[in-house]
């Protein structure tokens, strides 16, 4: 039976589901005190990065199930409209089954760089529907549209910022690994 420290044992957990890159003389990276900061920051936007990736599936479940009731929540159309149309549900649907892939990508995966760049697309893409919505949809609730569109705004800065961490971290990782010359 071996002994070991909980800090051992962390930092071997941290390393199987990629938080960090390993370290050690065999990895090129010699510093075995941890540093406990860091450690810090990456359960906190690895959690935020799952939080993200659980909202896309959430909300592309909510846009493939109801389009036309999400189509009224989010201000694209207005209570006067008896139903919003059937081009509006389509293209909610087609963007609810990209939220959910991109979701089920950021939440499967140790490094999901890939995956967050994907939805810093699809926030470009939304941002730019909602400002097409909010400027030619006669029957848009304008409040209710402004309102979705600075949320989109906080989602899509979270975004980029979970992409450019983990695209910083998978960059230290490689040169963890990269051959000494």
Request: aromatic share 4%; hydrophobic share 45%.
């Amino acid at each position: 039976m071996s002994t070991q420290s909980g800090a051992d044992r962390h930092d071997r957990e941290r390393q199987a589901f990629g938080d960090r890159p390993p370290r050690g003389p065999a990895f090129g990276r010699t510093d075995t005190v941890p540093n406990i900061h860091r450690q810090r920051d990456l359960g906190v936007r690895r959690r935020i990065a799952a939080g993200l990736g659980g909202f896309g599936i959430g909300l592309g479940f909510a846009e493939l199930l109801a389009p036309r009731l999400l189509a009224r929540v989010l201000g694209i159309a207005s209570r006067e409209a008896p139903r919003p149309p059937a081009s509006i549900a389509w293209v909610l649907r087609a963007l609810g089954a990209r939220d959910i892939v991109s979701g089920v990508g950021v939440l499967t995966q140790p490094r999901p760089a890939g995956w967050l760049w994907s939805r810093v697309a699809g926030d470009a893409i939304d941002l730019s529907l909602l400002g097409v919505a909010y400027g030619a949809l006669r029957q848009a609730n304008r409040i209710r549209l402004a309102g979705t569109m600075a949320a989109a705004l906080g989602v899509a800065a979270l975004d980029l910022l979970a992409a450019v961490h983990f695209t910083r971290v998978r960059r230290e990782h490689r040169g963890a690994h990269a051959p000494d010359r």
